[in-house]
Structures are given as C-alpha cells and as structure tokens.
C-alpha cells in the first residue's frame, strides 16, 4: 500500500451542510496546498450513510475530481459504488468497510488486487483477524472518543487503550472518532499511520485553515 494516511478526511455532508458548506467544496479546500506549501489532508474516504446509490456515486465522481495528484479517494462500505466509480473513470483508490459489511475476503475478490482495503476494528481480536485474513491494508482503531458523527460508533476507547491496540496491530492503523488536532501528537507518538477526522474539517469554518493546522500538529510530534 502507498497512500499515506496521516491526514484522512472523511467526509460528512451533513456536518458540511450545517457549517454552510458544500461537501466537495470542503474537501477541495481540505486537500489544497497551504501557504506554506504543505498539503493539508493526505487521503479522503466519500462516507454517504443516508444517500441513495446514485447520489453516493455522484458525490464520489465530483470528490475524486475535486482532489489533486497523490490524494487517495476511498469509499466508505459500498463495493457497488467503488466499482461503478472506478468504471466511470474516476481515480478512486479503494474501498473501507466496517464488521457489519462484506467480509474482507469478499470485498477483495470483487477489488482488484492494487486497490486499497481498509477495515475498521476495535479489539485485539478484531485486528488480528484483519491481519490473518491477509487481504486487508490497514485497520481503522475507534472510536477514539465519543463521536455524534458515527451512529454505530463503538465505545470510546481513549488515548491509553488506543496505544495498546496499535501496539498488537500487524497492519498499519489510523485513529477515528471526535478526532481534533489536539490528539495528533499523541496519536502519532503511539505508533499510528495516521488520523481520520470528520467534524474537525466538515464543521470548521475554514475546512482549508483546518486542514492545514491538522498537518502542522502532526508534523511536530
């Protein structure tokens, strides 16, 4: 795997729409070059819990020709909509599902072997068996604090449990869940590949400004 995880955006048109955004605006911004020429999100997962399948794949198109060069667009559960994506021509990296979705095994026969896999776990057990199964590429760890983002969000599970599960994770492991820049030190310090963050972009007033003080915090640790 090749897409650098350390500022991962996932989107939320909901929490976009309330901050008086549009969600491919949002992500336009998130994904551009600071003042200081460093970008600021490195990967954006298209997350439409509520949206129909064409509406999903609108928004996937509209994002994966909002993102420039070596941003890697990802689809949150829907493999349908990853392949119908991929088939329109988009530059769509992969897909991430959750326990409740295909099984990982599945989800890769219907992926090529290049694209992106990645699986949300929250136990020792759980990622162990995403290392086993050896189709996934890395492991989405939450939720690291109480979140209204995520309905079926697990319970919190703070820095110190945080640490000692990337700690037994064989695959790369991104933090997710009430997620601010304030964490990223921490989270980086622990051993993650990086951060997924949703309010922290789509509900600040300037998704751009956030994005970058985002990549400034995990450039200090």
């Known amino acids: 795997m090749s897409v650098d995880l350390s500022i991962y955006l996932v989107t939320d048109t909901g929490v976009a729409a309330a901050a008086g955004h549009d969600v491919v605006e949002v992500v336009r911004a998130a994904t551009a070059q ?13 997350r439409e819990k509520d949206a129909s399948a064409r509406r999903f ?13 070596g ?3 990802l689809v949150n ?4 909509v990853f392949l119908a994506a991929r088939d329109a021509g988009a530059r769509v990296a992969g897909v991430h599902v959750g326990q409740s979705d295909l099984p990982p095994e599945t989800v890769r026969n219907l992926i090529d072997p290049g694209a992106v896999l990645g699986l949300s776990a929250s136990t020792p057990e759980q990622l162990a068996a995403a290392s086993a199964c050896g189709v996934v ?24 449990e945080f640490a000692r599960l990337v700690a037994v994770s064989a695959l ?5 869940g009430g997620v601010t820049a304030a964490d ?10 990086g951060a997924a963050v949703v309010s922290a972009v789509c509900g600040a007033v300037d998704p751009g400004r956030a994005a970058v003080d985002l ?7």
């Not at 990549?215 to 640790?221: D, E, L, P």
């Open 137 to 160: 590429d890395y492991v989405g760890i939450g939720a690291l604090h109480a979140t209204s983002t995520k309905r079926d969000a697990p319970p919190p599970l703070g820095h110190h």
């Open 71 to 73: 941003v890697a667009v």
């Open 172 to 176: 790369p492991a991104v933090a997710i």
């Open 215 to 221: 990549r400034a915090a995990w450039s200090v640790a």
């Open 57 to 69: 794949l609108d928004t996937v198109l509209r994002v994966a020709d909002a993102v420039p060069d």
């Open 184 to 193: 990223l030190p921490m989270l980086r310090r622990a051993g993650a590949a």
């Open 77 to 80: 559960d829907r493999v349908d």
């Open 34 to 46: 600071g003042v200081s020429g460093a970008q600021g999100v490195s990967a954006v997962q298209v």
